[in-house]
């Protein structure tokens, strides 16, 4: 506040200045108060989003978790006895077990030459130009530049048609390295098949060995299946197979819900319920020694009682029996090992009990939701309100900012006149005394 003129106390003496100050602290008291409120509000207002945030986050994850057709309660663990078969469920695969015997790895079709030469041997014959012959493609002609070996492998691989090449050092001649080529396919399957020869269709480095391409296949009950990769997809009814590349023998593949995967899931979530519990219980605590900023809020403490009561469906019965009850302390514990007893027993009848439109995931995504709607939710209309509330008490405390600047003028002008009052009879008393003394002089 701008403050105005005054004498200070040049005439009586007194700290006005000092004397307004207190003056109008007191005068203030009243503003101070108003200012105190608005901290307290602004810090329930922060609360309050935050545990929105929380709810809106526990919401999300319920509604994920509450469609058993989808999320952990979908999900499928397969399993191998035999390292070398590698299997994988998706959403579509049925539970269920079966026997893999290997029947045959697939493999790239491989063409090593003979002849070993040095890399700066011209190889290519007549011309620099060699021919790739694939079935069901036309001849590709490669231009290898200057012929040599080593231009050769990398015409090949800069060609880029479905082969590749390289260069296998077999010793030396002379001190100078010598090398041999390989060619192979880029891809597995019996269909892979080629031939390299140069311009005239003639043979290349002295011949060649061939490693014939092949496909992989298995046998599941008789049926023999195959793949011109060591994959198998949706072999059965979204289950994939992987053949390691020495894979041999059978292997028992069992296909089941995966009971891990839901205990975790549902731990996590129970985690995730008693963060929110937790949040509630110190914003609502009427502790002396921890009071919360919202202490004894009923409309919190309702949101906490409807996710503890969540736990019980409307049938009367409870989740226990699938391993969640409510403490003493107001929350919820979770035993994994009675969850996954039960989820073994009937998984369908447990993932009913968590999922669909009645179930505990569910009856938790109401409450939340119910909780922290953007529109009607209680938390967010407890953040309007008290909005609200901070909004009326600055507009009060900016009328108190008017009211104690026209007290402090008021003061200051009352302290002003006083001291030129002062001061005036200071220079009276002044004058008397000094026409006193002239005239006691003169009688003498």
């Given at each position: 506040?701008?403050?105005?003129?005054?004498?200070?106390?040049?005439?009586?003496?007194?700290?006005?200045?000092?004397?307004?100050?207190?003056?109008?602290?007191?005068?203030?008291?009243?503003?101070?108060?108003?200012?105190?409120?608005?901290?307290?509000?602004?810090?329930?207002?922060?609360?309050?989003?935050?545990?929105?945030?929380?709810?809106?986050a526990l919401g999300t994850s319920a509604e994920g978790m509450?469609?058993?057709?989808?999320?952990?309660?979908?999900?499928?663990?397969?399993?191998?006895?035999?390292?070398?078969?590698?299997?994988?469920?998706?959403?579509?695969?049925?539970?269920?077990?079966?026997?893999?015997?290997?029947?045959?790895?697939?493999?790239?079709?491989?063409?090593?030459?003979?002849?070993?030469?040095?890399?700066?041997?011209?190889?290519?014959?007549?011309?620099?130009?060699?021919?790739?012959?694939?079935?069901?493609?036309?001849?590709?002609?490669?231009?290898?530049?200057?012929g040599t070996l080593e231009q050769l492998a990398a015409a090949?691989?800069?060609?880029?048609?479905?082969?590749?090449?390289?260069?296998?050092?077999?010793?030396?001649?002379?001190?100078?390295?010598?090398?041999?080529?390989?060619?192979?396919?880029?891809?597995?399957?019996?269909?892979?098949?080629?031939?390299?020869?140069?311009?005239?269709?003639?043979?290349?480095?002295?011949?060649?060995?061939?490693?014939?391409?092949?496909?992989?296949?298995?046998?599941?009950?008789?049926?023999?299946?195959?793949?011109?990769?060591?994959?198998?997809?949706?072999?059965?009814?979204?289950?994939?197979?992987?053949?390691?590349?020495?894979?041999?023998?059978?292997?028992?593949?069992?296909?089941?819900?995966?009971?891990?995967?839901?205990?975790?899931?549902?731990?996590?979530?129970?985690?995730?319920?008693?963060?929110?519990?937790?949040?509630?219980?110190?914003?609502?605590?009427?502790?002396?020694?921890?009071?919360?900023?919202?202490?004894?809020?009923?409309?919190?403490?309702?949101?906490?009682?409807?996710?503890?009561?969540?736990?019980?469906?409307?049938?009367?019965?409870?989740?226990?029996?699938?391993?969640?009850?409510?403490?003493?302390?107001?929350?919820?514990?979770?035993?994994?090992?009675?969850?996954?007893?039960?989820?073994?027993?009937?998984?369908?009848?447990?993932?009913?009990?968590?999922?669909?439109?009645?179930?505990?995931?569910?009856?938790?995504?109401?409450?939340?939701?119910?909780?922290?709607?953007?529109?009607?939710?209680?938390?967010?209309?407890?953040?309007?309100?008290?909005?609200?509330?901070?909004?009326?008490?600055?507009?009060?405390?900016?009328?108190?900012?008017?009211?104690?600047?026209?007290?402090?003028?008021?003061?200051?002008?009352?302290?002003?006149?006083?001291?030129?009052?002062?001061?005036?009879?200071?220079?009276?008393?002044?004058?008397?005394?000094?026409?006193?003394?002239?005239?006691?002089?003169?009688?003498?």
């Open positions: 506040m701008a403050a105005t003129s005054s004498i200070g106390g040049l005439a009586s003496g007194l700290d006005t200045a000092s004397i307004i100050s207190q003056l109008m602290a007191l005068e203030a008291l009243p503003q101070t108060k108003l200012k105190t409120q608005v901290t307290t509000e602004q810090s329930k207002v922060t609360a309050l989003q935050k545990l929105n945030t929380a709810l809106q509450r469609t058993a057709t989808t999320g952990s309660w979908s999900t499928l663990a397969a399993t191998s006895t035999n390292t070398g078969v590698r299997v994988a469920a998706t959403t579509s695969a049925a539970a269920g077990a079966f026997t893999v015997s290997v029947g045959q790895t697939a493999l790239s079709h491989q063409a090593a030459f003979l002849d070993p030469h040095a890399k700066t041997d011209v190889v290519t014959g007549a011309t620099s130009s060699v021919l790739l012959k694939r079935a069901g493609e036309p001849d590709l002609q490669i231009d290898t530049a200057g090949i691989n800069e060609a880029d048609a479905g082969v590749r090449a390289t260069l296998v050092r077999t010793g030396a001649s002379g001190g100078i390295d010598q090398y041999r080529l390989l060619v192979e396919s880029s891809t597995t399957g019996g269909d892979q098949a080629f031939d390299l020869t140069d311009s005239t269709g003639a043979a290349l480095l002295g011949g060649v060995t061939i490693r014939a391409g092949r496909d992989a296949s298995i046998d599941i009950g008789g049926i023999t299946a195959t793949s011109t990769t060591n994959t198998f997809a949706d072999v059965v009814p979204g289950v994939t197979i992987t053949l390691a590349s020495n894979a041999t023998g059978t292997a028992d593949v069992d296909v089941s819900r995966d009971a891990a995967g839901a205990s975790a899931s549902m731990k996590s979530f129970v985690e995730g319920v008693n963060a929110v519990l937790g949040q509630i219980s110190g914003m609502t605590s009427t502790s002396t020694t921890a009071k919360g900023v919202l202490a004894g809020d009923s409309n919190l403490r309702r949101v906490a009682g409807a996710l503890q009561d969540a736990m019980y469906p409307a049938d009367g019965t409870s989740m226990a029996k699938y391993g969640i009850q409510v403490d003493r302390y107001g929350k919820l514990t979770f035993d994994p090992d009675k969850f996954a007893a039960s989820y073994k027993d009937d998984p369908i009848a447990a993932a009913a009990a968590f999922t669909g439109p009645t179930g505990f995931t569910a009856r938790i995504e109401a409450v939340a939701k119910a909780a922290s709607d953007k529109f009607e939710g209680s938390v967010t209309n407890a953040i309007t309100s008290h909005g609200t509330a901070i909004t009326r008490l600055n507009e009060n405390i900016s009328r108190w900012d008017d009211r104690l600047e026209l007290r402090r003028t008021s003061l200051e002008r009352q302290y002003t006149a006083l001291e030129t009052a002062l001061s005036q009879m200071q220079a009276q008393s002044s004058w008397l005394s000094s026409q006193l003394a002239s005239l006691t002089a003169s009688s003498e």
